[in-house]
């Protein structure tokens, strides 16, 4: 198998037929032989359905059914784990990562990289956001073990041996943009210009992009603990200064404003670390199956309803 391609589908109901096109389109000619792995991540509309026709259709095509919506991150880890390619290339399903370039990818890889990566230029996004990523790609550059990219999202070829790289990281928690990152290997660029999604709609919420942010700065080092041990110092100071300028009741309520500054901000970051090494001490999988086609096939390790 030369290519399997890894599509987390949430409901995509209207864009499965869609993709299938636009792969046909984009792969005839270059590569002869791939697969297509749809995860359905518990999908609330047709999606499924729509997996078991396309797969019935084309032989190319698997699916894997969540027993519930887990989320993006353990959806590509299933599909991840059932790609039996030699090359294995991770896409969204809406069109957003534009299949047409995936042969220039592969050519890419194919001179000597284990990973080759499309990288999103940023036109047509809206300004707040394009704004706050580029905070937080300032901020986790100088506080992670790992270098991210700007732009450089889950769309991606990887060799064989980078996808076992990324298989023997067991966490729970993953943080895809990270993990790639933490494998290393020699990687390769390609740029693309931003498209809008054809059909559906985006999950994200600002909300999920500040929990994801959160996610990706504590689940690769303890740095966050430092800036909070200095800002609890710093506050903790100038407290104490306030307190010495006032007197009577005012220098009690600035010394404990003060204290109860430092105290909620080092709980936030220590609660972080528990909880994640309480999710990880569960041991639970990552995701349940539910139905798998057109074959039935469980991996060692995965569960079935
Ligand atoms: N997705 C998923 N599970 C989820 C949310 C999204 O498998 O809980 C899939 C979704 O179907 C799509 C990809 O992940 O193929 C990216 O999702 P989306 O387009 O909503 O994110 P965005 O493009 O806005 O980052
Ligand atoms: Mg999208």
């Not at 499309?118 to 901020?139: D, T």
């Not at 995701?287 to 074959?295: A, I, M």
């Amino acid at each position: 198998m030369h290519l399997s391609i890894v599509v987390p589908c949430f409901n995509e109901e209207h864009g499965l037929q869609r993709l299938h096109d636009a792969l046909v389109e984009a792969l005839s000619g270059h590569v002869r032989d791939y697969e297509v792995i749809l995860v359905d991540d518990g999908s609330t509309d047709r999606t499924l359905s729509e997996a078991r026709r396309l797969s019935e259709h084309d032989p190319r095509y698997r699916y894997v059914s969540l027993s519930r919506n887990f989320g993006k991150e353990p959806a590509m880890l299933c599909g991840l784990r059932h790609a039996r390619g030699h090359r294995v290339a991770l896409l969204d399903a809406d069109l957003q990562h534009p299949p047409r370039l995936l042969p220039r990818m592969l050519v890419l890889l194919d001179t000597g990289y284990d990973q080759v990566v499309a990288r999103r230029s940023r036109s047509g996004e809206r300004a707040w956001r394009s704004a706050s990523s580029r905070v937080y790609y300032r901020l986790a550059s100088r506080w992670l073990d790992v270098r991210l990219q700007d732009g450089a999202g889950d769309f991606r070829v990887l060799s064989r041996r980078a996808a076992d790289a990324l298989l023997s990281l067991p966490e729970h928690h993953r943080f895809s943009k990270g993990l790639f990152a933490w494998i290393g290997f020699d990687t390769g660029w390609v740029t693309y210009r931003n498209v809008p999604r054809e059909t559906g709609e985006s999950r994200w919420r600002l909300s999920d992009l500040v929990d994801h942010g959160i996610d990706g700065l504590t689940a690769f080092n303890d740095k966050p603990l430092r800036p909070a041990i200095y800002l609890g110092l710093l506050v903790a100071g100038l407290a104490g200064v306030l307190a010495a300028l006032a007197d009577g009741e005012k220098r009690w309520a600035a010394v404990l404003l003060g204290f109860s500054g430092v105290q909620v901000l080092m709980l936030g970051v220590l609660g972080e670390y528990v909880g994640r090494g309480y999710a990880e001490s569960r041991r639970r999988p990552h995701y349940l199956v539910k139905e798998t086609g057109p074959v039935p096939e469980l991996l060692p390790g995965e569960h079935r309803l």
